[in-house]
């Protein structure tokens, strides 16, 4: 352009011709047109006339993919699966009032729930029921049977990074002990000595062998290093019953009122990184206390929450199926008929006898929502095995009214009565749809064969109502039906010895007779399980023989919980309801693809 002398004048005389522009496009136009009607349409007519092979070849080639992708998915199956993933929230409902997160004072489900996850114990139950170490890593039993050496695992630690060691589980049996700190637990404690070796090894020496002991081994630690300056009548009312520091799975966060009008509130945890059984798959777990078993039904439909335990069975019905799956396990507990032996009607034995005989628990059992166990005896069944195991008499109406008109009861105008006294009781029970099933169909049958019955259901949710202190404890009844925790062992000496009659005892039948006595308290104080059994067999014969109660049936906990999560085993055997956490380290709410291992 600089060697050009013309510069940009040369453009001046460049003019823009519209006429000579039209006619180079419909030039271009028709180039286009020509070609598009040579190449495109002139070839259609062959396109046409070959339309039927290209479907055939689309069709193939269609069929082709279709088979690769399906033969992708298929090997996919075949080497991947979905596993539970790491990470998450689990929010379980559970029955409530929470006024206390100190385990010493636990009393609600709920309550008792948290604790479960918060502290650890020296023993738990594992999956079939038998103790397995927790805290603990072995005990042995001197020759004497009464010292018992525990040794500790020695990376355990408190939430708060503190070491965790056997001064913490001497410091909790101690306050335990102690009765200024109002512990429930004090009694099967107050006559044992706990020392502590060194900081991983403990001693207890019991007053006489206890066969049982080994069970007692699952309450919860308490840290000595943040309640040994705590007086002990001071430790319910301290701020760690609102703000725990424990040594279980999971840490407290927050405990949070979530609504005052249902009682709703929530406990916290995350889990600990520091724990030594393996840091949990989830990352918090949250427990919801409900005051009501309506509000839990209503929070699962709600999606509030991935689970729900204290689910009733009668609104186990109302449950999305799609949703949630349900699982129904039975703890080792039993709810009975308790006789109360005393009053002057059930002191007969021959009333008690007949009641016995015609009480048909096979129906009662059916009548129930769910699918409960048998109970026979003061034990589990399986606690008694062989041969020789003695069952309770089959049910026979007809024996029955001989033995009540051998004992002078005559049916007077459908009921019966001796002398000027009428044979008429009243069973009391707490209010419950299943406890009230049962009173509804037992009375029946009863009043089939002359007997006068009222019933008396007890709302142990009225604040004005003392269940304990105007029914249990005075024995205020004449046939309470009322379940009784049994436990991992057989040792039932609590529930049917005659020391334990009285206002602070746990023999709510008032039952007394020497050759129970006998056989419970020799069952106890020996260590051979051959001898044991043969102990309890005899007391179980006199039992049946005596009819102190009858044996209903086998409770049986409905658990709720989201299809989409992974939980309880429905497999495993529950000892109590929070054994279902003998797993909570594998709990997840999240899936992934994993490859299958050959």
């Known amino acids: 352009m600089t060697d050009d002398k013309r510069g940009w004048r040369q453009f001046d005389r460049l003019n823009f011709d519209s006429k000579n522009l039209s006619k180079r496009m419909k030039k271009a136009e028709g180039a286009t047109t020509r070609h598009a009607h040579k190449f495109i349409v002139k070839r259609l007519d062959n396109i046409r006339n070959a339309r039927r092979q290209i479907i055939g070849w689309l069709l193939v080639v269609g069929c082709m993919v279709a088979a690769v992708g399906a033969q992708l998915v298929w090997f996919g199956q075949s080497y991947q699966t979905t596993a539970a993933d790491d990470g998450g929230t689990y929010a379980e409902a559970s029955l409530g009032p929470i006024d206390?997160?100190?385990?010493?004072?636990?009393?609600?489900?709920?309550?008792?729930?948290?604790?479960?996850?918060?502290?650890?114990?020296?023993?738990?139950?594992?999956?079939?029921?038998?103790?397995?170490?927790?805290?603990?890593?072995?005990?042995?039993v001197d020759e004497s049977g009464r010292v018992y050496t525990v040794s500790l695992r020695a990376n355990a630690k408190w939430h708060d990074g503190t070491q965790l060691t056997a001064k913490d589980v001497a410091f909790t049996i101690n306050l335990i002990k102690n009765p200024e700190t109002r512990s429930s637990l004090r009694v099967n404690w107050q006559d044992v000595k706990v020392n502590a070796l060194n900081d991983t090894t403990l001693q207890f020496t019991l007053p006489a062998v206890y066969a049982a002991f080994p069970y007692a081994l699952t309450f919860s630690v308490l840290p000595q290093h943040i309640l040994g300056t705590v007086a002990a009548g001071a430790i319910r009312e301290n701020n760690f019953s609102r703000s725990p520091v424990g040594s279980g799975p999971f840490s407290f966060r927050l405990l949070q009122v979530a609504d005052t009008r249902q009682d709703h509130k929530i406990v916290h945890m995350s889990a600990f990184e520091d724990y030594y059984g393996g840091l949990p798959r989830l990352s918090r777990f949250e427990v919801h206390a409900y005051g009501e078993q309506d509000d839990i039904v209503k929070a699962l439909r709600a999606g509030e929450v991935s689970a729900a335990a204290n689910v009733s069975p009668t609104e186990v019905g109302e449950i999305d199926t799609h949703n949630y799956t349900v699982t129904s396990q039975p703890i080792n507990?039993?709810?009975?008929?308790?006789?109360?032996?005393?009053?002057?009607?059930?002191?007969?034995?021959?009333?008690?006898?007949?009641?016995?005989?015609?009480?048909?628990?096979?129906?009662?059992?059916?009548?129930?929502?769910?699918?409960?166990?048998?109970?026979?005896?003061?034990?589990?069944?399986?606690?008694?095995?062989?041969?020789?195991?003695?069952?309770?008499?089959?049910?026979?109406?007809?024996?029955?009214?001989q033995l009540l008109d051998k004992a002078g009861w005559k049916l007077v105008d459908g009921v019966r009565q001796k002398g000027k006294q009428k044979l008429m009781l009243t069973i009391t029970t707490t209010k419950d749809d299943q406890y009230e099933k049962v009173v509804e169909v037992m009375a029946k049958q009863w009043r089939s064969i002359g007997v006068e019955v009222e019933t008396n259901v007890i709302d142990t949710s009225n604040p004005a109502t003392n269940f304990v202190q105007g029914t249990l404890q005075p024995r205020n009844y004449d046939v309470l039906v009322y379940e009784l925790s049994i436990g991992a062992d057989p040792d039932v000496y609590a529930y049917w010895h005659s020391s334990q009659l009285g206002m602070s005892g746990f023999n709510f039948s008032n039952y007394a007779d020497n050759t129970a006595d006998a056989a419970l308290a020799s069952a106890r104080s020996r260590l051979e399980p051959k001898l044991r059994e043969a102990k309890y067999k005899t007391f179980a014969r006199q039992w049946l023989g005596d009819v102190p109660a009858i044996g209903l049936y086998q409770p049986v906990i409905e658990y709720v919980s989201n299809k989409g999560v992974h939980s309880v085993d429905p497999n495993s055997k529950l000892v109590s309801t929070t054994d279902r956490y003998q797993n909570v380290l594998y709990w997840s709410v999240r899936e992934k693809s994993v490859y299958k291992t050959p």
Not at 100 to 129: I, Q
Not at 363 to 377: F, G, V, W, Y
């Open 100 to 140: 206390t997160l100190n385990p010493l004072y636990a009393t609600t489900d709920a309550e008792v729930a948290a604790s479960r996850l918060l502290f650890s114990s020296l023993y738990s139950y594992d999956s079939t029921g038998h103790l397995k170490g927790d805290l603990a890593e072995d005990m042995h």
């Open 333 to 401: 507990s039993g709810v009975y008929a308790l006789f109360n032996t005393t009053k002057p009607t059930m002191g007969d034995k021959s009333v008690r006898k007949a009641l016995q005989l015609v009480t048909d628990t096979a129906e009662i059992r059916r009548k129930l929502a769910i699918n409960s166990p048998a109970l026979e005896l003061p034990f589990i069944e399986g606690q008694l095995t062989g041969a020789d195991v003695p069952r309770a008499p089959k049910p026979n109406v007809q024996l029955a009214t």
